[in-house]
Nanobody, 121 residues
Framework: QVQLVESGGGLVQAGGSLRLSCAAS????????MGWYRQAPGKQRELVAT???????NYAHSVKGRFTISRDNAKNTVYLQMNSLTPEDTAVYYC???????????????WGKGTLVTVSS
């Protein structure tokens, strides 16, 4: 059983930065792809960033150049560094893991409960 626990959300002013963490349990962490999604109020869930077990990353156009996904296999943790935040980044951010294709399809088997990021103008 894989469990994912996000942390690091909070309130930040526009232009600021936050780093989200996702601690994973289970040996699957080292072989699965990891991803961060977000869902803003009244909007559909959006895939923000992915990182496969080969180290390749992909980002949504809206965050490219501002967000960085990384992982520490020794700590079973994946991170999302978010810089130059804008109010449009306000959302609940979810960590997820599964095969890369499942992440891209929006249907990973394993999800965290989410952490709220609020960016004030």
């Amino acid at each position: 059983q894989v469990q994912l626990v996000e942390s690091g959300g909070g309130l930040v002013q526009a232009g600021g930065s936050l780093r989200l963490s996702c601690a994973a349990s289970g040996s699957i962490f080292s072989i699965n792809a990891m991803g961060w999604y977000r869902q803003a109020p009244g909007k559909q869930r959006e895939l923000v960033a992915t990182l496969n077990n080969g180290g390749d990353t992909n980002y949504a156009h809206s965050v490219k150049g501002r967000f960085t996904i990384s992982r520490d296999n020794a700590k079973n943790t994946v991170y999302l560094q978010m810089n130059s935040l804008t109010p449009e980044d306000t959302a609940v951010y979810y960590c997820a893991t599964d095969y890369f294709e499942s992440l891209v399809a929006g249907a990973p088997n394993y999800w965290g409960k989410g952490t709220l990021v609020t960016v004030s103008s």
